[in-house]
């Protein structure tokens, strides 16, 4: 069964410090990998990966994805306390008829920064 | 405000009522996607259109679960006699369709069955 994995599912770190967020996956048909930061209502885009190796960049945020080993890494630099947040993996796989795509997410990685 | 919208924000039903959530898109993506979401889970797939067509259904989508998109543009979810278990945040996003296909969530819809 296809599965989007993350880890560690709770973390709390305090202000200044560096985070390494996890998202393994087992998909049938990868497409793409999305990283979402979800505070108290709707998930926010933050990335979207499709190629292996290369990395994406905003601000103290970045993630990259290994497409080989099946993985992603969502990285916070000089943590603030509005960083605490869930932040979410999802996979996109593709279905195999024209346009049809489905979307798997992990359960999220819950942060709290602490000032 | 051009992004996605979701109405109601929030519902609460006695079980058995019967429930609609209205979802508009932002204007030119034609794809729209309806999850279910609930306390410590990520958002579940429920289903997914292209256009006014529907492409895709989970499996957790039980026979009191319908949505529709008649035009392409808005799309709407029901849900029949209402259980407690369908007590959730449901969540709707689209998505150009090309290129990079990056999802944009709406607020969401609470519902509370009781």
């Known amino acids: 069964e296809d599965k989007v994995v993350q880890s560690p599912l709770s973390l709390v770190v305090h202000e200044g410090d560096t985070v390494t967020l996890n998202c393994s996956y087992e998909v049938t048909n990868f497409r793409s990998l999305l990283w979402y930061k979800q505070e108290k209502k709707a998930p926010t885009f933050l990335f979207m990966l499709t190629s292996s190796g290369i990395e994406k960049k905003s601000g103290r945020l970045s993630s990259i994805l290994d497409k080989k080993e099946l993985f992603s890494i969502l990285n916070i630099t000089a943590t603030q306390t509005g960083d605490s947040a869930i932040y979410l993996c999802?996979?996109?796989?593709?279905?195999?008829?024209?346009?049809?795509?489905?979307?798997?997410f992990g359960t999220g990685t819950r942060l709290k920064v602490l000032a | 405000d051009t992004g996605v919208s979701q109405d109601p924000r929030h519902k609460i039903t006695k079980r058995g009522q019967n429930v609609t959530f209205r979802c508009d898109p932002i204007?030119?993506?034609?794809?729209l996607y309806w999850y279910r979401q609930t306390l410590g889970q990520g958002p579940e797939f429920l289903t997914y259109f292209q256009n006014e067509a529907q492409l895709e259904k989970s499996r957790l989508l039980s026979d009191r679960f319908s949505a529709e998109r008649p035009k392409g543009s808005f799309s709407t979810l029901e849900i029949q006699r209402t259980e407690q278990g369908d007590s959730a945040m449901y969540l709707c996003?689209?998505?150009?369709?090309?290129?990079?296909?990056?999802?944009?969530f709406g607020p969401g819809t609470r519902l509370t069955v009781l």
């Open positions: 996003a689209s998505s150009l369709g090309r290129g990079e296909n990056e999802q944009f």
């Open positions: 999802a996979v996109e796989e593709s279905r195999g008829g024209p346009g049809t795509y489905k979307y798997i």
């Open positions: 204007s030119e993506h034609n794809r």
